[in-house]
C-alpha cells in the first residue's frame, strides 16, 4: 500500500431500543420512536449498516478497477476492526521489470510502462479519496511505530 491513502470505514455501533428494537445513535439518552429511556443501554456493534458500508466500498473499488492494468483495489477486514481499502500491484513494480518483462505484461517499453504506472497509481489515489468523501470515510496516516512493530495512526484532517 505505499503510495496510496489508507482509507478506513470504522465499526458501526448503536444504542438498539428495548421497547420497539429501533438503533439509534451511541449518544442517544432516549427513542426517537418510542421515547424508551436508553442512558442505561450499552451500545452494541451495528451489522446492516456496516453491510451497506462494505457493499458501497466494494462499488468504489469496482469502479477504480475498471480499465486498471497496474493496480487492484479491494475491500478488506481492517487490522482491528471496520473495513479498508486494499490495493496490490497485479503484476508487480514496473521499476523491479526490464523491457522485456515490461513488454510481456503491457506491450511497451519500461520506461512507458513506469509512465503509465505513474498515471495509473494518480487514478487510484484520486479514486480512494473521491470514495472517501463519497461514503464519508476516515484517511489515517501513520505517525509512529512501536519497537515490537506496532504501528500507530492518527485521522488525517
Do not use: H, W
Request: hydrophobic share 35%.
Amino acid at each position: 500500500m505505499k503510495g496510496f491513502p489508507l482509507i478506513v470505514a470504522e465499526d458501526v455501533y448503536a444504542k438498539v431500543c428495548p421497547e420497539c428494537g429501533c438503533s439509534m445513535g451511541t449518544d442517544d439518552d432516549a427513542c426517537s420512536e418510542c421515547g424508551a429511556d436508553l442512558s442505561s443501554v450499552s451500545p452494541s456493534y451495528d451489522e446492516p449498516p456496516m453491510t451497506d458500508v462494505e457493499l458501497n466500498m466494494t462499488a468504489c473499488a469496482n469502479r477504480i478497477n475498471d480499465g486498471q492494468d497496474f493496480f487492484s483495489v479491494s475491500v478488506e477486514s481492517g487490522y482491528y476492526g471496520g473495513l479498508q481499502f486494499f490495493v496490490e500491484s497485479q503484476n508487480g513494480p514496473v521499476s523491479d521489470m526490464d523491457d522485456d518483462d515490461a513488454q510481456y505484461y503491457y506491450g511497451v517499453s519500461q520506461e512507458e510502462a513506469l509512465r503509465r504506472e505513474s498515471t495509473a497509481r494518480e487514478f487510484v489515489v484520486k479514486g480512494l479519496k473521491n470514495a472517501a468523501k463519497e461514503l464519508g470515510l476516515v484517511e489515517l496516516s501513520v505517525f509512529g511505530r512501536a519497537s515490537n512493530g506496532e504501528v500507530f495512526y492518527s485521522m488525517v484532517a
